[in-house]
Each structure stands twice: as C-alpha cells, then as structure tokens.
RNA sequence: GGCAGGGUAGCUCAGCUGGUUAGAGCACGGCACUCAUAAUGCCGGGGUCGCGGGUUCGAGUCCCGCCCCUGCUACCA
C-alpha cells in the first residue's frame, strides 16, 4: 500500500534552527501522526538543503571545507527537530550521492523526453566581486551592493543552462485553477500563485558556472546545478528514486512549506515535473510565520526567542501546543513569553492537567483506581468534537483542532460541578457515581488520543495513567468509541505542573 | 505603483447573504464549591467596531474616499 506521503521543507544549511523553522516541523508532524492515528501509513521527509553559494561562503568563512560545515548544520537541525518530537521517516541531505543521482536522472529524462525544455543561453547580470556572486536591481543601494559600497559592479555575462518554464504557463494555470488534482492551499495563497501565473513566466535558469559547491550538471564540463533546482528535487529523490520502487512512494500527498516559497513549490516545482512526465504532488499547504513580538523571527541573527528557550520553558510539547494552537499553522502570529505562559497556565496546566488530576483522584478515591464498567453519559461537546476534529485535522486546520480540544475539556469540568461526584458518594448514589466516573475517564481517554499528534509524550503518559498500554499513536478509533470500563488507572505525575516563581 | 488579506474590549480573535441591548477565550473584580496542580463553576466591570462621507426604516456587516499594518509582485536561499 502506498504510504501517505508528507514532507517539509528542506532548510537551508547556512545558520541555525529557529522558532519559524520549528512551527512548519511540528505542524507537517502533527498532521503526519494525525494520519497515522488512524491507521495510514505514512511516510513523512525532512531534510537539508546544502548546496549554494552562501553554503559555500559560509564555509569558507568558518575556515572548514564545505561538507565538514554542512555535515555539522544537519546533525544540529535534525538533532532539534527531535528534540521537539518530530518523527520523521527519512532524513534527506541534497549532498547525500541518492540525491544527485536523482537529480541527474530528472534532468537526463527532461532532457530525453523534452529536449526543447533544455537549452544553453547567457545570463548577463551586476557582479559584485565582493560577494562572488550576482545582484539584482531590487538589492543595490545607490546602484551599488550594500556589503561592499566601495567596489563598482561588474557588468558580466555567463553561459548557463535554462529551463523553458514559460511553456508550461497554461498547464500549470490550469491546474491551479481546477484545484483538484494539484491543489494549492490555503486559498490566499493560490490566489497569489494564481496571479503570479496570469502575468506570465520567464524562463529560468538552472546552471551555474564558477559555483564548485553543487551537483555537476549533467552534459555540461563546469556547471553545476542551480540551488533552488536541486533543492526542490529532493522530494522525489527521497522516494529512490530512479531506482526501481520508486513510484511505490511517489507522488507526494503534501508538501508543507513556508509562504515564502510557494512561487518555488507551486509554479516550477509542478513544470519541472510536467517536463520528466512525471506525476504531480497531490497538495501544498503553505503556512505562516511565527512573529516574535510582532516582529520576524526567521533570517534575523538571534534577537529573539531560540527554540531551546521555549522547549525549556514548559517542555517541548507546550512548546508545541503553543505554536500550533496559538500562533497557528495557516496565518502568521506571534510568540512572547507572557503569551506562551498564559496559555500554558490556562489551558494545559489549569485545564488539561488538572482535569485529568482530578478525575484520576475521585477514581482511586471513590473505586480503588477502576474505572466502572456503567455506560458513560453522552457529553453533546465531547462528542460532536470527535468529528469536527477529524475535519479540521483534515483541512490542515490545526488552530481549530486544537481548539475543540479545549472545548472538551471545558465542558468535562462544567460537567464534574454540575454533577457534583463527591455529592454522590457521600449520599451513597453508587449507580449515578459510577455513570459520572465512566463518562468523565472516557473523555480523558479521547482527550489522549485527540492530543496525541499535538503532545505525543504528554498524550501518552494520559493513556498510559488511564491504564492503557503503548500509546495512543493508532487509536483513532477509541476516540470514536471509547471503552475504559474496568481499566486500573493510576494518578500520574502532574502533567502540566505549574511554574514555580 | 499593481494585486491580496487585514484594522472589533488591556491581549488573541468570532461576528454568514445588513436587523432586537456587539460576542468568546485570556487578564481583572465578586460569589460558590472541594474531587483537583490555591485548581474548577457561576456572575460582573470593560468596546466612538481605523477615520470621514453615503445608501437604507436600520450598517461592525453594503458603496465612495482617506489613514495604517501584512503578504505577493525578484533567477537571494
């Protein structure tokens, strides 16, 4: 069976991992393990992208050769998103030998099947020998490079390959259009992909000569592969690309990456794979970015919040709850501490954790730790949100998602005061008793299971104080029917606890 | 400049095709309860709905103008 195909990202090996990084990781494994929770199997990539001329300088500049410098950049990146609970399947590096023969058999099978796609031409462009590299007119101060004011640009012209990406304007338009086949989410993004693919496209191009850090270029002496080229490939090299199996991974069902490069993903990404005849991936998710107080957090150089700061706060899966609950995985919001404090406070450690305590408390309390085996009261909340989570999950609608979660909980301690147990136990109503102790461990367990791909180490530790074992990473199906009738259940830890100050 | 999305309680945001006193959560104040992580539940204070016009019996919700914010308009990655 084909395994529902997620990737992330590959990020760019030139700094470190921050907040902004870490929202598209925790987001793309949240819906991973979604998927798993109900029985899917997936396979979900995250990488690195370590060719490039920054790479190059970057090195160069630290005074190691490049690999040595990227091999350190990638063990510090997935080193991070583990940290963070993020289970990935495959960890693909663009300087990995699998990527450039993948690489090098796209461009042989463009070549091959379209070969007008592929053509030499000149790129005349401002050349900043400073930088060792070319400008744009929208990066010059006073016409010249900002880094280096003094030295005067070069007019140069260099012999590279391009790709005709103009001719797959229509198709790729098309496709966009009839968001079906290839669909481009959220909506204000394909709006502007959209846009951007009605005023037209340029050829581009795909080689770079005097760059030694990259992937020879197949059929030519001295070029190498364009970065951005190369880097987009890795979603299809990762599957083995052109060895045989290959198409048993292939075409990717979600690519989840930043809002800043859906023009990448959206627009070439799909010519590319038009021009190999090959399939297209199913969907991109483009989502926001993490604000830190009200400012970027990505590219800046360490002014704001590191991802070892907030993972230490509260742990990593506060961290987690927090960036997708709060700040969200479709428009950008904002990080602060008061603001990841507050939540913690009300909704995990007020809310979920003491909920949890609570009712674990009146179990041991009132039956010895087990659970009764009466038939649980219906929760009208507790149970719509069973389906309403399942559609949000699905919409990539995580903030919602999270959001029912909260509702549960709420209407579980609204429910515990209107009921009213230790009421109950003093008058003796054992039967009525019985009912509320079930209905209130059943929602728990959903809880567990509905938190799982939000928090799965604290998700876990619910379903296993709830007297269950494993953990919850398949149990979809006892969040729609739960049954812990008669499971021994031991109060936990505190779950969330409170912070000490 | 063009295109897109926004500007609603201290903070984060809901408010669909215009209609009774503009809502939620957090924070704040009071009360109740005791199973619980001094947690929970109930009640309450708090808003010129960016600014100015207009349409309408009636506009946060439609139209016009203006101000402000964000993103896309780049072969940086």
């Known amino acids: 069976m084909k395994p529902w195909y997620i990737t992330t990202a590959i990020d760019y090996a030139n700094g470190d991992p921050h907040l902004g990084h870490a929202l598209e990781k925790i987001g793309a494994d949240a819906i991973a393990r979604w998927h798993r929770l109900q029985g899917t199997p997936v396979r979900f990539l995250m990488g690195m992208d370590e060719h490039g001329q920054k790479v190059f300088q970057s090195a160069q500049a630290a005074g190691m050769s490049p690999q040595a410098w990227v091999d350190g950049i990638s063990t510090h990146f997935e080193q991070t998103w583990l940290s963070l609970h993020c289970a990935h399947d495959d960890w693909m590096r663009t300087t990995e030998p699998r990527h450039a023969a ?71 338009l098309a496709l966009v259009e009839a968001n079906d086949a290839f669909r481009v989410e959220p909506q204000i993004r394909r709006n502007e992909i959209l846009s951007t693919l009605r005023e037209g496209l340029q050829d581009i191009s795909i080689s770079r000569a005097r760059l030694p850090w990259g992937i020879p270029f197949p059929g ?42 859906t023009r990448f993903h959206c627009i070439i990404w799909p010519a590319m794979l038009l021009a190999a005849d090959l399939p297209l991936p199913k969907a991109i998710w483009a989502h926001g970015y993490v604000q830190w107080g009200g400012a970027k957090v990505s590219k800046s150089e360490g002014s ?12 990593a899966d506060a961290l987690r709850w927090f960036l997708l609950r709060e700040v969200g995985f479709e428009n950008d919001g904002d990080f602060t501490f008061e603001r990841f404090d507050a939540v913690y406070e009300s909704e995990l450690a007020n809310g979920l954790g003491n909920l949890a305590s609570r009712v674990l408390a009146m179990i041991e309390k009132y039956r010895g730790g087990m659970v009764p085996t009466a038939t649980p009261a219906a929760l009208p909340v507790a149970d719509a949100a069973v389906d309403a989570y399942a559609a949000a999950m699905d919409a990539n609608d995580l903030k919602g998602a999270a959001k029912l979660v909260v509702d549960v909980v709420t209407e579980a301690n609204g429910h515990i005061t209107v009921a009213a147990p230790w009421a109950l136990a003093k008058g003796g109503q054992e039967a009525e008793l019985d009912v509320v102790l079930v209905t209130l461990a059943t929602t728990l367990l959903r809880l567990s299971v509905m938190t799982f791909p939000f928090m799965p180490e604290k998700a876990t530790a619910l379903w296993n104080a709830l007297g269950q074992d494993g953990t ?10 739960p049954a812990v009738g008669g499971a021994s259940v031991r109060k936990p830890e505190n779950l969330f606890p409170r912070r000490e100050s």
């Open 102 to 172: 993948g690489v090098q058999a796209l461009l042989e099978r463009i070549r091959e099947r379209h070969p007008e796609d592929l053509f030499v031409g000149e790129y005349e462009g401002l050349y900043c020998v400073g930088c060792e590299e070319f400008k744009q007119e929208g990066q010059l101060v006073d016409g010249r490079c900002p880094e280096h004011p003094s030295r005067e640009l070069v007019r140069t012209k260099e012999k590279n390959t391009f790709f005709r990406l103009s001719a797959y304007r229509d198709r790729v």
């Open 472 to 481: 919850p990473a398949a149990a979809w199906t006892n969040a729609k029917r």
């Open 220 to 261: 030519t002496d001295d070029e190498t592969v364009y970065v951005w080229f190369d880097a987009l490939i890795n979603y299809l090299s990762a599957t083995g690309y052109p060895e045989a199996g290959w198409d048993a991974i292939w075409p990717a069902d979600l690519h989840v990456v930043g809002k800043g490069i």
């Open 304 to 315: 704001s919040v590191t991802i070892a700061e907030g993972a230490e706060r509260h742990g």
